[in-house]
């Protein structure tokens, strides 16, 4: 009745925040806590209102970690409008044992991560080697993303031309393989991306752009100066942002409609 946005909803929004934190950390959410034998839980939530959105607002929304205790981390959170900075907040977050919700200590290796994250530094270690050495973590990421996310028959999805490609795996910072891609070469001075492949829970986290500077690298090293890949059509406009341009028809690959790119290296 007001016209506002429901004070309560900004809880939503700034939890919607903290899972898009975590991606951006590039940190599947619920194996990494069950990794580090623990899991998150809210302590406290204090939020100040300093204005109001209103319908057909678009807001933008911060999260930082702004300290990490021992048993617990603090998350500062704000929505602004434009420049306006309508909603503050702070989220206090306790690491526990997820049977009994006991506090436990923050492990080092989380901790790490986020103090690294908000002083800049990566969340990935990028691999490039043969398939011998990064096949048996690489592998899981194809089937997940490719047999089971979509739909393409397992015979399709593994080729012989694995075994002379270039490959490049994303490792995050507890150790845990993210996306992979391959670099075959189809001819003198051209190579061909392919395999490119990012489990869904870290798709945003620049892990796809990570990968695709490695193999561009890789493709530059065996002396290639041009890179060419087939897009399916969802990632179009995700090469296109990496200046790939488009070429000849749209067709079918897999049961997937499919775009030639390329680019100069």
């Known amino acids: ?34 990794a580090l034998g623990g899991d998150l839980y809210v302590r406290k939530a204090t939020l100040e209102y300093e204005g109001s959105a209103r319908y057909d607002d678009q807001l933008h929304v911060g999260m ?22 309508l909603v503050a907040g702070e989220l206090v977050y306790v690491f526990a044992d997820p049977a009994t919700q006991r506090p436990r200590p923050v492990p080092a290796a989380l901790r790490d991560l986020l103090v690294g994250f908000e002083q800049g530094e990566p969340v990935l270690d990028l691999h490039v080697g043969d398939w011998a050495t990064l096949g048996p973590r690489a592998s899981p990421i194809r089937q997940a993303v490719f047999v089971q996310e979509q739909q ?11 075994a002379g490609a270039t490959h490049a795996l994303a490792v995050n910072r507890l150790g845990a393989a993210v996306g992979t891609g391959r670099l075959v070469a189809t001819a003198p001075g ?3 991306l392919g ?36 897009a399916q059509d969802t990632a179009v ?28 290296l």
């Open 1 to 34: 009745m007001q016209k506002i946005v429901f004070n309560a909803h900004y809880l939503m929004y700034f939890d919607t925040a903290v899972a898009g934190y975590w991606r951006a950390l590039a940190l599947p959410y619920e194996e990494s806590m069950h």
């Open 64 to 85: 930082r970690c702004e300290r990490v205790g021992s048993t617990s981390l603090l998350l500062r959170c704000a929505a602004f409008r434009g420049r306006q900075r």
């Open 152 to 162: 393409v028959p397992a015979a399709l999805e593994a080729d012989d031309a694995d």
């Open 190 to 192: 051209v190579c061909k």
């Open 195 to 230: 395999r490119m492949a990012v489990l869904s829970t870290v798709r945003g986290a620049g892990v796809g752009s990570a990968l695709l500077r490695a193999l561009s690298a890789a493709a530059r090293a065996q002396g290639a100066h041009t890179l060419m890949l087939h």
């Open 237 to 264: 406009d995700f090469y296109r942002r990496l200046d790939f341009v488009p070429q000849g028809e749209v067709f079918q690959e897999a049961g997937i409609a499919h775009q030639v790119m390329s680019i100069a």
